[in-house]
């Protein structure tokens, strides 16, 4: 599945939101093209692209006392426990190992901004209407 197309897009409607999961699902739909030699340096800005956008999503629960923030966290810190996980050894040049991780993430990515991302956007549209429409990042 071609996760970078539009039909596989979630729109949420809180724009700073639904960029960040623009970009990240096009950078995870590169994934097939990246060549052995640059997969290291993709794979750790990869993580870290997650890394950011999981801890803006986190901040806007914070400010907003947001009943869902425990599991929302939680589901997070699975996500990331597993890619910082096998990031060691990506960077040792094991690149199989980092391509398998990345197999999981387009299906979890999808289902997570369908479920939990929508619950949060539901939230920031109903708490702050005008505050989150032109924010990025
Ligand atoms: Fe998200
Ligand atoms: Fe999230």
Redesign the pocket.
Known sequence: MDISKPEHEVQLGVPS?DG??HELLNQIGRVGVIPDAEFPDFYLSLVAKIER??RS?ELLMEDLDYDGIKTHREQHARVLGGLHHVAPRVKEGDVAIGRRAMELLPQWFLF??ATM?RSLADAVRKAKPAAHASVAG
């Open positions: 939101m960040s999961h956008d999981f999503e997570h901004i991302d």
